[in-house]
C-alpha cells in the first residue's frame, strides 16, 4: 500500500509541476492537501511516510477518530461543511477551515477559539457556481461576510475557498475558478484590516490542473492519491 500511494502521490506532484509550468508559476506556491475522508488512520499514515504534510477531512467526528493516531507537524485542514454546534471541536483538531460561510459560524468558532487561546485560519467557501447543493456564501455578498468576520477575535481570514461542478465542461470549472481568483483580487482592494486573500482552495482530484492554472494556492486531492472510496 505505501508503495502504491508513493506511485500515486509522485504523479500528482508531477502533474502539480505540469500545470505549474504552462502557467509560468513556481510549485512551491501550490500546497498539496491529501483529502482523508473515509481512508483508515494506518493507510493516512502510509501518505504522510510518503510525504504528505497536509491533510483535509470533511467530517468533524471522523477527525476526532483518527486525529490521534496522526503524527504532530502534520498540518490539518476541514474542508467540509461545519455545523455550527461542532465549533466547539475545531481549535483543538484544526489549523485551517476552509468552509466558512456565514457570521453565526464564525462567532462560535471565534469565540471557542478565544477560549482556548487560538488564532485559527479561515477561508471564506463561496458558492460561485450557483448550486443549490452546495455551501458557500453567494458570491455578490462575499466582501460583505469577510468584513463581518473580520470583527470576530480569534480568526484570521487568509482567502478563498470554491468547489467547481462535477461536469466535464473544461470551460465552465475554468470560469467557476477564474471568477473566484477575481472575487479575491476584489476584496484584496478593499485593504480589510486583518485579511489577507493570500490564498485560494479550489481544485480536486478530477480538476485541479485547471484550478492551478487559474490561480489555485491549495487543492484537495483524494481519488488521485489513495484510489477511488469504496
Not at 505505501?2 to 500528482?12: H, N, P, Q, T
Not at 502534520?74 to 483543538?92: D, E, F, M, S
Not at 484544526?94 to 456565514?102: A, E, G, Y
Amino acid at each position: 500500500m505505501k508503495e502504491l500511494i508513493a506511485e500515486r502521490l509522485a504523479r500528482v506532484k508531477e502533474t502539480i509541476a505540469e500545470a505549474c509550468a504552462r502557467a509560468g508559476r513556481d510549485p512551491a506556491e501550490v500546497t498539496l492537501i491529501a483529502v482523508t475522508k473515509t481512508i483508515p488512520a494506518d493507510v493516512i499514515q502510509a501518505a504522510i511516510s510518503a510525504g504528505v504534510e497536509h491533510i483535509g477531512e470533511n467530517r468533524v467526528q471522523e477527525a476526532r477518530d483518527k486525529f490521534p493516531h496522526v503524527p504532530a507537524g502534520v498540518v490539518r485542514h476541514l474542508i467540509g461543511h461545519l455545523q455550527t454546534n461542532k465549533a466547539r471541536y475545531i481549535p483543538g483538531l484544526f489549523d485551517w477551515v476552509h468552509s466558512l460561510d456565514r457570521i453565526e459560524l464564525a462567532q462560535a468558532l471565534g469565540k471557542r477559539a478565544q477560549r482556548e487561546g487560538r488564532t485559527i485560519d479561515c477561508l471564506i467557501q463561496v458558492n460561485v457556481s450557483g448550486e443549490e447543493t452546495k455551501h458557500g456564501v453567494a458570491p455578490e455578498r462575499a466582501l460583505e461576510l469577510v468584513e463581518q468576520v473580520a470583527e470576530v477575535e480569534g480568526l484570521r481570514v487568509r482567502g478563498l475557498m470554491t468547489m467547481a461542478p462535477l461536469t466535464g465542461d473544461t470551460g465552465l470549472i475554468r470560469w467557476v475558478f477564474a471568477s473566484l481568483r477575481s472575487l479575491s483580487q476584489e476584496i484584496e482592494k478593499a485593504n480589510i484590516a486583518g485579511v489577507s486573500m493570500e490564498h485560494l482552495s479550489m481544485g480536486m482530484s478530477n480538476d485541479f490542473p485547471i484550478a492551478i492554472e487559474e490561480g489555485a494556492t491549495m487543492i484537495r486531492v483524494g481519488s488521485a492519491i489513495f484510489g477511488p472510496r469504496t
